[in-house]
């Protein structure tokens, strides 16, 4: 499934008060459901692409498996509205872990807010996008677009543990805002470093500080916030 189309649209210009018509390159969503284990239920509305890592790290970040491994098979329907997962027994609950806070790398992080930075040609064309980037000891193994910030990082998640990376080998960098439900994710992930553009919640903040992630909001390349 493609992730732009194009459709007319007119433009407006406050200025000349003139109009003018163009074609427009827009995302395009995508909803499924997904049923795990014959009887939770998921709603998704994404960017259809990346749809099998989506569903990987979705279900690490929620606890519910250890390895992608345990992922026996995701079975679509033809038309990729809803998708059934078949996980292994021996999968079962995951509980977050503790860990004692990280020493930050101020210049692998200004690294990876300069890559971050660097225009993305389907964001240039369609404005509609989250990013999500995962360095390895400094290195961005992952660079991930969606059209929810919440997609984005469970995407860049599930290729990382697809490839087997030492999560606490990594730093995480989002485009979106920080409420304890994305902290949520990356306390599950395992990943001691996680920074953002926008803003944390406070309720973010001390989840972070209770299980000993490094939060880092408003990152730019003159300054950063450390909570």
């Known amino acids: 499934m493609e992730q732009t189309t194009k459709i007319p649209a007119e433009k407006y210009n406050f200025a000349t008060e003139t109009v003018i018509t163009f074609t427009d390159t827009v995302i395009c969503e995508c909803k499924f459901t997904l049923e795990v284990k014959g009887q939770n239920l998921y709603e998704f509305t994404c960017t259809p692409n990346q749809l099998e890592e989506l569903i990987t790290g979705f279900l690490y970040t929620k606890g519910m498996i250890i390895h992608s491994h345990e992922i026996e098979c995701i079975n679509f329907t033809n038309d990729r509205t809803r998708a ?3 996980i292994s027994k021996s999968s079962g609950n995951r509980l977050p872990q503790k860990h004692e ?3 930050i790398d101020m210049v692998k992080v200004l690294d990876l807010v300069k890559t971050f930075n660097i225009k993305d040609e389907l964001f240039e064309q369609t404005g509609a ?3 999500c980037l995962i360095a390895v000891e400094g290195v961005v193994k992952y660079n991930v677009l969606d059209m929810g910030r919440h997609n984005a990082i469970d995407k860049a998640i599930g290729l990382a ?4 990376v030492d999560f606490s080998q990594c ?3 989002t485009s979106g805002r920080l409420p304890e439900e994305i902290v949520d994710k990356i306390v599950y992930a395992g990943i ?3 920074v953002s553009r926008s803003a944390p919640t406070e309720q973010a903040v001390l989840k972070a500080k209770k299980y000993g992630i490094r939060l880092l909001g ?3 390349l003159k ?3 450390i909570y």
């Open 84 to 86: 059934e997962v078949l």
């Open 101 to 103: 806070p990280k020493e």
């Open 129 to 131: 996008l989250h990013c």
């Open 161 to 164: 543990l697809m490839d087997g």
């Open 171 to 173: 730093m995480l960098l």
């Open 192 to 194: 001691p470093i996680l």
């Open 218 to 220: 408003f990152a730019g």
């Open 223 to 225: 300054q950063i916030n």
